[in-house]
């Protein structure tokens, strides 16, 4: 079964704007990640967050980590249309290597 | 200093006939993962290999499917007897050891469509 499931399944905005996506998981895990998929390529690592972080910064891209509600947010400031894409969270658990996936949020930023 | 080499990039195939992916990892990685996204859903694990050997497989259809990682050369995924339902984007990601999932890094896929 889906470990990840990304809220909202697809979520439109203007330049400049700010873009919220959830995701929820169902098990303890071990970390957290997002990764950017623009349509028909392939994927691209973001941002990994641990089990015992609450948040973590890259540029333009702030996540959280509640582990005490099984969810975290990916937030990206300042939107640009360029950051038009599919994005995915998934999770590992325990010392597992496998990555679990969820369906992803399909962002589109308009200029 | 190339990433994850998948190839080819698109591949059709008629139901019956075989289908070869071929994954190159990044230099210097041993460690290679098979991961399945069906049209409008996520990635799936398929299958993890190290050099001439599968360390886990448990994603794997148990039927057509195999994959292999040679001493030398790629990657490959092989799906025998093709049917509609193989049709999918098929990523291969690689990493330097044993991860956590930390450290990987995607191939840009190779997109099977069975006609």
């Known amino acids: 079964s889906q470990q990840g499931e990304e809220d909202p399944q697809a979520l439109s905005i203007q330049e400049g704007e700010n873009a919220t996506m959830n995701c929820s998981y169902k098990t303890s895990i071990n970390n957290l990640q997002w990764y950017r998929q623009n349509s028909g390529r392939g994927l691209v690592h973001l941002i990994l967050?641990?089990?015992?972080?609450r948040e973590k910064h890259s540029g333009r891209l702030r996540v959280t980590l509640d582990t005490s509600k099984k969810s975290s947010s990916l937030l990206i400031t300042a939107s640009r249309a360029a950051d038009t894409a599919s994005y995915f969270c998934?999770?590992?658990?325990?010392?597992?290597?496998?990555?679990?996936f969820g369906k992803g949020t399909l962002l589109t930023v308009n200029p | 200093n190339a990433g994850v080499m998948q190839n080819p990039r698109h591949l059709v195939r008629r139901r019956g006939q075989e289908a070869r992916l071929r994954c190159s990892p990044m230099?210097?990685?041993?460690?290679v993962y098979w991961y399945r996204q069906l049209p409008e859903e996520g990635l799936k694990f398929m299958v993890y290999?190290?050099?001439?050997?599968?360390?886990?497989e448990s994603g794997m259809p148990k039927e057509r499917f195999s994959a292999e990682f040679p001493k030398e050369g790629p990657s490959i995924l092989r799906i025998q007897q093709v049917v509609r339902g193989d049709s999918a984007a098929y990523f291969c990601a690689s990493s330097f050891r044993d991860t956590d999932g930390d450290g990987y890094t995607f191939g840009s896929g190779t997109r099977l469509t069975v006609v």
């Open positions: 967050i641990r089990s015992n972080e």
């Open positions: 998934a999770t590992v658990k325990g010392s597992n290597y496998k990555l679990t």
């Open positions: 230099k210097g990685h041993s460690h």
């Open positions: 290999l190290q050099k001439e050997n599968i360390i886990d």
